[in-house]
């Protein structure tokens, strides 16, 4: 099957994959093999002890890696604030129009005005000031949690009030502050879920409407005897969910079929006193049936109602409705339908009850619901509709009175990520996208604002890396972050007009971290199964590994097709660096299956969960075995949490082949007993035999590799019983495998016990060697 992939191949390219793997054996690198990593009992140990050293060092070498700006009332400055190493804290004041950066005081005469006024030792490196508001002269800060005013002129400090700005709940910091002195500026823009909109009295405060013995009824607001709008709802179908319309003439409700979602539970093994504690709650699966709505038009005026030209609306709930501005006869409404293979604008008149589908997509596979995007421009009678429906996630401006297509905004080989803002004024959108850049990861964030009509886009950021920005309250000036995994955090300042770079305000600091001898992690590009499409992925080095001997890999998993999980970001230290310690080579990948590709390669997850990208995955490793011998594909491990430990279990499972371990945390490992929203969404509705077909359930029998299982026994998320009757399965199919539950904890991967349990499995699976009796102190 070919995918279309995004633009870019990048200067880390690999070599061309490998052909598809045997399904007999396990594929050994091809040429003379490196010897093995064999480590000793006593070299394991002094890795444990190592490992546990970085865990609580190498975590605080690394400083300055994000900025919040503090923009002033005129919104033509800004304050910061730096974290340095010990804890150590410095403030900056910023004038974008003078190209100017300069220290926001002097510290220690700062630290010693605010000792004397409030008779506390303050240090000046480790001056932790919580707010700070900027004067003509002076400043007033925040510190200990009381309020001064501090002259700069001969740093004498006096206590005061809270100054206005910070009088109200919101103190928040005002960076991203779209809406600033602008009404016709819109944003950040809202995906398309919107919570339903109950009125009781009408917009002229005329009329009340309610419910009564599962009936509608209206009377006056100013009292009287309540007109009965209808007469056959009862308790099985009650009428309810009223709405009214602007001009107060028309209700909106339902004839609503209640259905109460079927429990599932858990017992709290280590509640207090001598029994358990049942915990139960409601809970949709997939095929559970949902409560259904039937859309009427109710006119107090005319006491009548009116069923509306539609079919029920089973999925989703009573959905908010919005009325057209300059015709009150109209209101649209959105659906997904149950299954996921149709999206729905549906205008409705208000009068009459007819309705028409003024858009109406549908598709083979599936359209993932969370992430359509709808926003309505009531003055132009216009929408802005974000879909996947030429393949690739892009932007259109829609006539909402015609249904019409007037423009596709964006369009490409590459895919919109968000919408942050759009400007009705200047007819603009301003958005992020990732895969326009020839020669780039395809996952890298970039920033971008177009016309509506799809002209003249403007590029806010240039490097090669992923951006995040932080605009002024006006929208003049913008805070460019970006890094990569292999390339500390950059801060610059640029100016919004032409994305003109004004001055770089800070770079991480990462010294202390390089004295550790600890590398980054790699990036590494390899051809999925189709021999055409990238697959990228990033792999982690012990930090000293010999590249003259083979190392076994473990895979960190998690391929949910909700998003993509390789990090794109610098971060300093985690846990696949510190699992690699241990003498691993760990690696992530998104394989095809998860998103933010081409619809395409998206919809390799259609009804074939199980799928988890394992053909690319596979291809992946082969590959970078290929051009690093020191990585050793006869001994693989895979560990994952939730949707990732529904697919390390299902590595051992269906490819068998290449995986030899896997430690599966609180899985989904089958996709009738978890939720019914997530699992509907990519295996589909009606609940068929490949939901049965895929089932780490159905298939445990098939187990060859070494499985450990972890669960906590209050997990809220996916109920226990997937991973107990998992291991029910392999009781009675005869497999040996590890069992590990956690009382009272929830969704997880076990915690810091479960992570210890995890390294020791990985440790005696693919090392041969035992790990430490904790028991005796070994460690």
């Given at each position: 099957m070919a995918v279309a992939a995004a633009m870019g191949t990048g200067p880390l390219m690999a070599q061309e994959a490998p052909s598809p793997m045997h399904t007999t054996q396990?594929?050994?690198?091809?040429?003379?093999?490196?010897?093995?990593y064999q480590p000793s009992r006593t070299e394991m140990l002094e890795r444990y002890r190592k490992a546990a050293i970085m865990d609580s060092t190498v975590r605080q070498t690394v400083f300055k890696t994000s900025l919040q700006p503090r923009w002033l009332d005129d919104g033509e400055c800004f304050w910061y604030r730096n974290v340095l190493r010990d804890s150590a804290f410095e403030y900056w004041i910023v004038d974008p129009a003078k190209g100017e950066k300069k220290p926001a005081f002097d510290q220690g005469r700062m630290a010693a005005a605010l000792s004397k006024a409030s008779g506390k030792p303050a240090t000046a490196a480790r001056l932790h000031l919580t707010n700070m508001v900027v004067g003509k002269g002076d400043l007033v800060v925040q510190w200990g949690g009381e309020w001064y005013k501090v002259s700069l002129k001969d740093y004498t400090a006096t206590t005061t009030d809270v100054p206005a700005k910070f009088a109200a709940t919101d103190v928040g910091p005002r960076g991203n502050n779209w809406?600033?002195?602008?009404?016709?500026?819109?944003?950040?823009?809202?995906?398309?879920?919107?919570?339903?909109?109950?009125?009781?009295?009408?917009?002229?405060?005329q009329w009340v409407a309610f419910v009564q013995d599962y009936n509608v009824f209206v009377r006056?607001?100013?009292?009287?005897?309540p007109v009965q709008l209808t007469n056959d709802g009862t308790k099985e179908k009650p009428y309810?969910?009223?709405?009214?319309?602007?001009?107060?003439?028309?209700v909106v409700g339902y004839r609503i079929k209640p259905v109460q979602d079927k429990q599932v539970h858990y017992v709290l093994t280590s509640a207090s006193g001598t029994r358990g504690e049942l915990k139960s709650r409601g809970y949709a699966q997939p095929g559970d049936e949902n409560t259904s709505y039937e859309m009427f038009l109710f006119h107090p005026a005319q006491k009548k109602a009116t069923k509306v030209g539609i079919d029920v609306i089973d999925y989703g709930g009573a959905p908010f409705i919005n009325w057209r501005k300059d015709d009150g006869r109209y209101f649209t409404f959105e659906r997904a339908d149950r299954g996921h293979q149709r999206f729905r604008i549906t205008e409705v008149n208000a009068e009459n009850g007819t309705a028409k589908e003024l858009v109406d997509e549908k598709t083979a596979t599936f359209i993932f619901e969370q992430r359509i995007l709808t926003h309505y421009l009531p003055e132009s009678n216009e929408i802005i509709w974000v879909t996947e429906k030429d393949g690739w996630r892009h932007i259109y401006l829609v006539d909402e009175r015609t249904g019409e297509e007037k423009v596709q905004v964006t369009k490409g080989p590459w895919v919109v990520r968000e919408v942050d803002s759009i400007d009705t004024k200047k007819r603009e959108i301003w958005f992020q996208a990732s895969g326009m850049n020839e020669g780039e990861d395809p996952y890298f964030i970039h920033y971008y604002?177009?016309?509506?009509?799809?002209?003249?886009l403007v590029k806010l950021t240039a490097p090669n890396a992923n951006h995040r920005l932080l605009f002024s309250p006006n929208r003049k000036y913008y805070i460019d972050q970006y890094s990569r995994v292999d390339m500390p955090t950059v801060m610059e300042l640029h100016r919004t007009s032409d994305g003109k770079k004004m001055m770089q305000l800070e770079q991480a600091d990462v010294s202390a971290y390089a004295a550790t001898g600890l590398k980054y992690p790699e990036v590494f590009v390899a051809k999925g199964r189709d021999g055409t499409t990238d697959i990228?992925?990033?792999?982690?080095?012990?930090?000293?590994?010999?590249?003259?001997?083979r190392y076994p890999i473990i895979e960190q998993i998690y391929a949910g097709p909700q998003g993509s999980f390789v990090p794109k970001t610098f971060s300093a230290y985690g846990e696949p660096q510190s699992l690699a310690e241990l003498g691993f080579i760990v690696v992530q990948i998104d394989g095809m299956g998860t998103y933010n590709r081409s619809?395409?390669?998206?919809?390799?997850?259609?009804?074939?969960?199980?799928?988890?990208?394992?053909?690319?995955?596979?291809?992946?490793?082969?590959?970078?075995?290929?051009?690093?011998?020191?990585?050793?594909?006869?001994?693989?491990?895979?560990?994952?949490?939730?949707?990732?430990?529904q697919n390390s279990a299902g590595a051992l499972l269906f490819h068998p082949e290449f995986y030899d371990a896997a430690v599966s945390a609180c899985g989904c490992h089958d996709n009738r007993v978890d939720k019914q929203w997530w699992n509907e969404q990519w295996m589909g509705y009606p609940v068929g035999k490949h939901y049965d077909e895929q089932s780490n359930i159905t298939n445990a029998h098939k187990l060859q590799g070494a499985l450990m299982l972890v669960v906590g026994e209050a997990d809220e998320n996916v109920p226990p019983e997937s991973t107990y009757r998992v291991a029910d399965a392999l009781i009675k199919a005869g497999k040996d495998f590890e069992f590990l539950a956690i009382p009272g904890m929830g969704h997880s991967d076990g915690g810091a016990y479960g992570r210890k349990k995890k390294r020791d499995f990985f440790v005696k699976q693919l090392h041969g060697v035992e790990p430490p009796k904790r028991n005796i102190s070994e460690l």
């Open positions: 396990k594929e050994k690198v091809s040429g003379a093999l490196l010897p093995a809406n600033a002195g602008n009404p016709d500026e819109v944003g950040p823009v809202r995906r398309r879920a919107r919570a339903f909109r109950s009125d009781s009295v009408s917009a002229d405060k006056p607001a100013a009292g009287g005897t309810g969910q009223l709405s009214w319309s602007p001009d107060s003439k028309t604002r177009i016309g509506f009509d799809g002209k003249n990228w992925g990033v792999m982690f080095r012990p930090s000293n590994f010999d590249p003259a001997k619809k395409a390669f998206h919809d390799v997850a259609w009804k074939n969960l199980a799928d988890a990208g394992f053909p690319d995955r596979i291809l992946w490793m082969k590959a970078l075995a290929q051009k690093y011998p020191y990585a050793d594909t006869s001994r693989v491990g895979i560990y994952g949490t939730s949707a990732g430990g």
